[in-house]
């Protein structure tokens, strides 16, 4: 009997698949393999570790040595011990089953998630951050890493002038540059470390070579991580500003601390096994605080399946501190970095904004968000991107203004009105340099989004919300010839009730354990000025949002907390900035969730926004050791081969029929699964 061409269809298709099966359980990846704690040891016990870590990967090479260390991408064996390599699936498999191993999981990219903010915060204080009634001396003593982008050292962000000299205690390096790269880097007694990572970047990137990247050194050339540190630990910048805007006195939380870069980023985004080459680092040299400013995409994978829970772990083991962004979702459940021995940070506005206004021809003022310093010199014709698609694009599609979508004929010498829905995928300024290419002289864009972030345009350009825009919109239908005007961006106080919760901020309740509440607190993060890299753009101070730049206010925080009171664990610092957190605003109002002035629930702000004074005089302090966090792996799942690999100790799980997320000492509550009862 003849076979049918639907039934030939499938058998084809069923053979495609198991064609693709094969290939790929063939083809190689970068896979972390984790141990969990380990020997740790001098450099003599680290050699025995690499050699341990080659037999490994022999195993699985068909007993080759060469191909094992050929595969070798790290070893990581100071704060905990495990190995990257470039295996194929059955490899993986095959190491995930040998002793020793906790667990393995592919290598994957993460990406990056003040003049007045300290100031709206209300810590006043003076060039070398000293708090009146407080000592704070201290902060020379303390250590921040920022495991970032790098950093530029000859910003004046990170002077060491009347700085004393560096601890003896810091066993960190400052790698100055490799052979051929163009610029040399050098530390100081304020950046008393630089180290960079680049193995796990060119093993993935495997189409990039040492050419293409700007500075093979811990050299920023991207700028974030000069932001995130300058936000941190800056030190005070006289006139701070970013092209006239925000102008003022900068400086960081905790500008007298010490800072260490850890450049595990590049221009593309920043791998796994390059993170934890990074924490290993930081655990060995001696910092006192890690500051994160990235994370995984949500729904975050399990706690010892994700690098930077597993760096955070055995830093905190250490006694070292890690704050991390809650990332930039936005949405109900999507906050990440959830593990409870992390601190969580959600975005916040201050009362600060960068507006310009548009003058419509009728005489009518409408304001929106930029940070666009262009002067018109006259009114321009104004017409919806809508009217202006290109060839076989739709009007909807050029509204969005994508790429190719807009007629060149139609845009030139025009204000195109723009929308950006939630979806989109273009930045702000690429959407402007598109705008610019077709031949169009200025841009408004309708942000359904409605975050209030103010940015830097190709063109005269400036941002509004779904009101204000369909407002425009009205206004050009129906007025013949209509014409608008963008003013140049100025810098504004007190235009709205502050803070509110970013509307672009992530939110809990945590995916993987509902027990703890995630974000654990929000500060400022959107329109932060802080330092910049001059290699990207000329710019030596620039303005950007997230809850990466976030993240470094409670960093800095953080370190003044520490240099209080050295002698305090991680949790114990944790506990002093959460439990001094307000959920009101400047007006004695419960903080709003969004513009539209919804009351923010603490899945938004976890415990609230961030007090720097209340939290040097705490009240209560709950503190965990690293035997509460042992009991919460197994609440969570964890047996005790695993929890012996992980601790380096005898920890049992004994107890596990009364082990409860819940009963880990935090300073939040949350009870899911709540039945009601009368």
Known sequence: ?????????????????????????????????????????????????LRLHHQMLAAVHDGSSEKAQASHVYSYSSGFQGFAAKLNKRQAMKLAEMPGVVSVFPNTKRRLCTTHSWDFMGLSTNAEGEVPGLSTENQENVIVGFIDTGIWPESPSFSDHGMPPVPKRWRGQCQSREANSPSNFTCNRKIIGGRYYL??????????????IKFISPRDSSG????????????FVRNMNYGGLGTGGGRGGAP????????????????????????????????DIISVSLGPDYPQGDYLSNDISIGSFHSTINGILVVSSAENAGRQGSATNLAPWMLTVAAGTTDRSFSSYIRLANGTFIMGESLSTYHMKTSIKTISASEVNAGYFTP????????????????????????????????????????????????????????????????????????????????????RHASTMILPAKTILGLRDAPQVAA???????????????????APGLNILAAWSPA??????????????????????????????????????????????????????????????????????????????????????????????????????????SLHLITGDNSSCTHRASSSATALNYPSITIPYLKQSY
Request: charged share 20%; net charge neutral; glycine share 8%.
């Open 536 to 641: 990207k753009n000329d710019m030596h101070f620039n303005i950007l949002s997230g809850t990466s730049v976030a993240c470094p206010h409670v960093t800095g925080i953080a370190a003044l907390v520490k240099s209080v009171y050295p002698s305090w664990s991680p949790s114990a610092i944790k506990s002093a900035i959460m439990t001094t957190a307000t959920v009101l605003d400047t007006k004695r109002k419960t903080i709003a969730r969004d513009p539209n002035g919804r009351t923010a629930t603490p899945f938004d702000f976890g415990s609230g926004f961030m007090d720097p004074i209340k939290a040097l005089i705490p009240g209560i302090i709950f503190d965990a050791q690293p035997q509460d966090y042992k009991s919460f792996l197994c609440a969570t799942s964890r047996d005790d081969h």
């Open 1 to 49: 009997m003849a076979s049918s061409p639907g039934r030939a269809m499938f058998f084809l298709g069923l053979s495609l698949v198991l064609l693709g099966d094969l290939r790929c359980s063939s083809c190689s990846q970068v896979y972390v393999v984790y141990m969990g704690k380990g020997p740790q040891g001098n450099s003599d016990g680290q050699h025995d570790i």
């Open 224 to 235: 974030h991580g000069s932001h995130t540190a300058s936000i941190a630990a800056g030190r």
């Open 504 to 522: 672009f901020s992530s939110r809990g309740p945590s995916s993987l354990t509902p027990e703890i509440l995630k974000p654990d607190v929000a």
């Open 396 to 479: 909807y599609q050029s509204s969005l203004c994508l790429d190719s979508s807009l007629n060149s004929t139609k845009a030139k010498g025009k204000i195109l009105i723009c929308r950006r829905n939630e979806g989109s995928s273009e930045s702000r300024l690429s959407t402007s340099m598109i705008v610019k290419e077709a031949g169009a002289v200025g841009m408004i864009l309708i942000d359904e989004m409605e975050d209030h972030v103010a940015n830097h345009f190709a063109v005269p350009g400036v941002t509004v919300g779904k009101a204000m825009g369909d407002k425009i919109l009205s206004y050009v239908k129906r007025t």
């Open 199 to 212: 193995n796990g970047y060119q093993t993935e990137e495997s189409g990039s070579s040492k050419n293409a």
């Open 256 to 287: 007298m601390a010490r800072i260490a870069a850890y450049k595990a980023c590049w221009d593309s985004g920043c791998y796994d096994v390059d993170i934890l080459a990074a924490f290993d680092d930081a655990i060995r040299d001696g910092v």
